[in-house]
């Protein structure tokens, strides 16, 4: 059995955990921005203000959880770089054209979230939507160029070729238009229905409409992209069997080839799944009679922001202890990780505690920015 | 939207021109197509940076101001400036990926350094990044949301402490660039005239033989994890870095630059809204103007003290570099004897002196490289240190004019020499002082930068050795700069625009004059 050293030990948490973090939010981030340029429109289309009022009050969520993503992406690059450098170096030269898709994607994102905010109302309806379509089209390109990097460590198709030259082989990768399709479908289910689930919640079962009406839009959103999400998983899964066999055999539970069993942890996927569906149609169903059930939006809630950055994590973990999967086996975490700073288990485990520490007291912060912001604007004291 | 058409179809044949460019095929060509757009990527990141962490200065002492004082115009001006500091903070992130990325992926070879010197101020850099995303979305949202003003004051130092330690420590990662600190003497084995650097901290075995392994291989020798796990440790002490003298200087230095172009930008910005004479607030627009000047001014005469001791690092640590920024060869200049050691009669190695020790260096012809590229560069590098120092005497004259505002003898000198009071030639002067504070703090880095020529980490890397092994085409170029020069032009008006007025106000008056 392969051995972790003290700083592939490190490595390996810090990296996952910043990941899982980014991930979780990024994914709402993606969502949410396709999703508010789609209902600003339906608003204009319908000339609906109760959507319009929706798309602005979806739209302060995002902010919020771009800033965590945000962060904890800045995380993950310097992570990768100090702590992976030999990775990240093959990463970036190997996969130069994704990483730049998504660099673009980027750029193109986050200063057109900004400009779409502090524009609402200021400028004319189409320009605004134009705006709205850039944000939209900037958040799914990141996924296309940087799920690459998860294909690519799952099945390193290309390496050879790229580092003769050839930097469009990488593309050959059978696990990349799965895992795309499923980023951005699984994003945009999860955060509908999160939405959906918040909305019915805040709802309290009333029947005077006052959440049901956003609540349904947002299951009729997240409904058909969940189903989808369901097949590209389901797909992905299957083509792991061939492109990438010791992940294949982590999560189907066959010790004899790989170290650990992630069997358990990978069915709670498809569980979630199951939930997450059953509970949208419930609701989608009950809310035709005027009325949520409180604890069912509760487990819609859970359910949905749960099932992406389960399956991420389950995909991620499987890997262990190697951190790119060649066939049966793969290159161990040892060999990528920082050998160029003395790290012993002390500083190791200092540095994995800190993270954690800071990682909760950040999401704290963020909560109770959440809370300052809807508290009321107090008398001027002057 | 319709005045942008032109520009993206000339982009659009632009773009087809480089499209049609040869690609490079060396590194050193390779290295040569990607030095513009990380140039100008690291200097739109800069304007955005300046601000994020200029303003601060100005926004927290006015609010406190406004607390002690009872006065709400100072309260009104530290929010209207936090807004700029928030948009400019905003860029300043999407910038700050865009150069990180340029890092990794187009200077690959850099992680060997990230992943050993650059370690621990990076790592401390994200717990202070953390700090400033955290506490400035706090800062902003608590506006009028706190019974006690000090506690919400309280939320902005931690966040100017937050900011101020972001840069401090990627200045630290900057400055061991220039001075390898805790390399002890392996610098000065390459380049006999450069004095130690420090404590010996490093595996010098190792060190050595990556320095004869890069220019064969490139940065690919990162490619190969066995390659350099057989290296074994490269730093045993990776928190000597913090300790760089260089590092201290430059931090001082840049921040205190940041805080004279922030101050002397909103001195202009608000002197524009007041010599516009818009909505009757002539004098909460004069208060805040002679407000940030003087933030600006006191600045300035810091800046200068600090600029001094940054100068005497460069003397200490890159002599080259010093002789090629004062357009001095060598030999005998009193005044800069004077001014460097104390003693006029001093006589200055010259270049050719210099030269004559490269017989003692491990690696002589890189050496003379180095004396060769300080001389080809002197005309350049002196003219933006000149242009830096003339820019910085200038602010400091609109500095000490200033003090006209609060003293009637200084206010008289500034009447008989411009023929205006002090209130007129601060409100006139504080665009011109914003002018010169950007050509100030840009020619002063630009200076730092290039004087580092040929070394990317001065003594033992040079950029060809750490450029990816892909090309960088010219299209690719052109493309990351197209899209720097819209990052900039949309931050910009974005700077402009939100904290001011809306766009759909203007469009009106554009349809009342039309008609």
């Known amino acids: 059995m392969l051995a972790f050293t003290p700083v592939s030990w490190m490595a390996f948490l810090l990296l996952g955990l910043a990941t899982l973090v980014h991930i979780t939010f990024v994914n709402l981030v993606l969502g949410f921005s396709v999703i508010i340029p789609f209902t600003e429109y339906m608003s204009y289309r319908n000339n609906d203000e109760k959507l319009m009022e929706v798309a602005k009050r979806t739209f302060k969520y995002l902010i919020l959880t771009d800033l965590v993503a945000g962060v904890w992406g800045t995380w993950i690059t310097v992570a990768l770089a100090g702590l992976w450098p030999t990775l990240t170096y093959i990463a970036t030269t190997v996969l130069f054209v994704p990483i730049t898709v998504a660099l673009v994607g980027i750029l193109i994102a986050i200063p057109s979230i900004a400009i779409y905010w502090y524009t609402w109302g200021k400028i004319s309806k189409g320009l605004h939507l134009f705006v709205g379509c850039l944000m939209a089209f900037g958040a799914l390109l990141v996924p296309a160029g940087f799920r690459m990097i998860f294909a690519f460590v799952d099945d390193p198709v290309g390496l050879n070729e790229a580092l003769k030259g050839n930097l469009y082989a990488v593309f050959g990768n059978p696990l990349y238009p799965a895992l795309v399709g499923w980023s951005w479908c699984g994003s945009l289910a999860m955060s509908a229905l999160v939405a959906a689930g918040v909305y019915a919640w805040m709802s309290k079962g009333s029947v005077n409409g006052e959440g049901l009406k956003e609540a349904s839009y947002f299951l009729k959103l997240g409904m058909p992209f969940l189903i989808i999400t369901a097949i590209l998983g389901g797909y992905f899964f299957f083509s792991l069997q061939t492109a990438s066999p010791y992940i294949f055999a982590a999560i189907t539970g066959n010790t004899t080839i790989a170290q650990y069993n992630f069997l358990p942890a990978f069915l709670l996927y498809p569980i979630l799944i199951l939930i997450a569906g059953g509970s949208a149609l419930g609701m989608y169903k009950s809310a035709k009679q005027g009325k949520f059930s409180r604890p069912v939006s509760l487990a819609l809630v859970i359910a949905a922001f749960l099932m992406v950055p389960l399956a991420e994590a389950v995909d991620d973990a499987a890997r262990a202890p190697y951190m790119v999967i060649a066939g049966s086996a793969g290159l161990p975490a040892n060999a990528f990780a920082n050998t160029m700073i003395p790290i012993s288990w002390i500083i190791a485990e200092l540095a994995v505690t800190i993270a954690v520490v800071v990682m909760a007291t950040f999401l704290l912060g963020i909560y109770f920015i959440y809370r300052v912001k809807t508290s009321p604007i107090t008398e001027e004291p002057l | 939207m319709w005045v942008a ?89 999407v910038t700050g990926t865009l150069v990180e990325f340029g890092l990794v992926q187009i200077w690959s070879g850099v992680t060997l350094a990230i992943g050993s010197f650059f370690f621990i101020p990076l790592v401390f850099e994200l717990f202070a990044f953390l700090t400033e995303v955290v506490f400035l979305a706090l800062y902003l949202y608590t506006w009028s949301r706190m019974k006690n003003l000090w506690l919400h004051w309280l939320l902005g130092l931690i966040l100017l402490i937050g ?38 901290a490093v595996n010098s075995t190792a060190l050595v033989a990556i320095y004869n392994t890069l220019p064969k291989t490139g940065s690919l020798v990162m490619a190969s994890p066995n390659v350099i796990s057989s290296l074994g440790y490269l730093l045993y002490d990776p928190y000597v870095v913090l300790f760089n003298p260089n590092a201290i200087v430059t931090t001082a230095h840049t921040i205190l630059t940041t805080i004279v172009i922030a101050a002397f930008e909103t001195a202009a910005i608000f002197s524009y809204s007041y010599l516009k004479g818009n909505g009757g607030k002539e004098a909460f627009f004069l208060k805040t103007v002679r407000f940030s000047y003087g933030i600006g001014g006191i600045g300035t005469i810091l800046t200068i003290v600090s600029g001094d001791q940054m100068g005497r690092i460069v003397y200490s640590y890159q002599y080259l570099k010093f002789l090629s920024m004062e357009g001095f060869r060598g030999g005998l ?59 910085g005497a200038l602010l400091l004259i609109f500095s000490i004019a200033s003090l006209g505002l609060y003293s009637p003898g200084m206010d008289a000198l500034v009447k008989m020499v411009i023929r205006l009071p002090t209130e007129r030639f601060v409100l006139y002067s504080s665009f011109a002082a914003a002018f010169f504070a950007i050509v100030a703090g840009s020619a002063g880095w630009a200076v730092r930068e290039l004087g580092r020529q040929p070394w990317t980490i001065y003594g033992l890397v040079r950029p060809e050795q750490v450029i990816t092994p892909n090309p960088i085409t010219p299209l690719f170029s052109y493309f990351i700069i197209l899209v720097e020069g819209m990052t900039f032009v949309c931050g910009v008006v974005a700077l402009y625009f939100i904290p001011t007025k809306s766009l759909m106000e203007i469009a009106k008056q554009v349809e009342v004059i039309r008609g």
Do not use: C
């Open chain 2, 5 to 93: 058409v032109p520009f993206l179809v000339a982009a659009l044949f632009v773009g087809l021109y480089f499209a049609g460019q040869s690609v490079p095929t060396s590194s050193n060509a390779n290295a040569a197509a990607a030095e513009p757009m990380t140039i100008i990527g690291i200097y739109v990141h800069a304007f955005f940076l300046s601000l994020a962490v200029g303003l601060p200065y100005v926004v927290l002492p006015s609010e406190a101001l406004g607390i002690i004082r009872k006065d709400k115009e100072f309260i009104e001006a530290a929010k209207r400036i936090s807004v700029v500091w928030a948009i400019s903070f905003g860029f300043g992130a």
């Open chain 2, 163 to 200: 900011s101020s330690s972001s840069g401090a420590l990627i200045l630290t990662a900057n400055s061991w660039m220039q001075t390898p600190w805790g390399t002890g003497p392996l610098v000065q084995a390459i380049l006999p005239w450069s004095p130690v650097m420090g404590p010996s």
């Open chain 2, 333 to 391: 200049d009193p005044i800069i004897g004077l001014i460097s050691n104390f003693n006029p009669n001093y006589i200055f190695p010259s270049f050719n002196d210099l030269a004559a020790t490269a017989g003692k260096s491990i690696d002589p012809p890189s050496a003379l490289l180095t004396i060769q590229r300080a001389e080809q560069i002197m005309p350049v590098l002196s003219t933006l240190y000149y242009a830096m120092i003339i820019s």
